[in-house]
């Protein structure tokens, strides 16, 4: 199983951004997918997450009305447009996927390998 991450970059304040996930190996419609970010020296953070099935949506509080995540499962793919980008947006954004659904990090059992997001002031 693999998902890769892509879309990260260096973005001034107000900016936009879209990250990707594909993922490969894995029946990718049976699959909750989650992005979670970390700025080193905190823990792991929830960022947005997408149910398998009905493709519910849900958010940490400091990116309603400026994230929006979306699947396309003819693609594989799972993606996080980022709008009004802040400088406390930044961190590395990992994917994640995992069968139900949860907001706990641990619960999920794959994992993509981490993109950059760096937003200047």
């Known amino acids: 199983v693999q998902l890769q991450a892509s879309g990260g970059g260096l973005v001034q304040t107000g900016g936009s951004l879209r990250l990707s996930c594909t993922v490969s190996a894995l029946t990718f419609s049976d699959y909750a997918m989650t992005w979670f970010r970390r700025v080193p020296g905190k823990e792991l953070e929830f960022v947005a997450g997408i149910t398998s099935i009905t493709h519910n949506t849900y958010y940490t509080d400091s990116v309603k009305d400026r994230f929006t995540i979306s699947r396309d499962n003819a693609k594989n793919t799972v993606y996080l447009q980022m709008n009004s980008l802040k400088p406390e947006d930044t961190a590395v954004y990992y994917c994640?996927?995992?069968?139900?659904?949860?907001?706990?990090?641990?619960?999920?059992?794959?994992w993509g390998q981490g993109t950059q997001v760096t937003v200047s002031s």
């Open positions: 994640a996927a995992r069968q139900g659904w949860g907001y706990n990090s641990n619960s999920y059992d794959y």
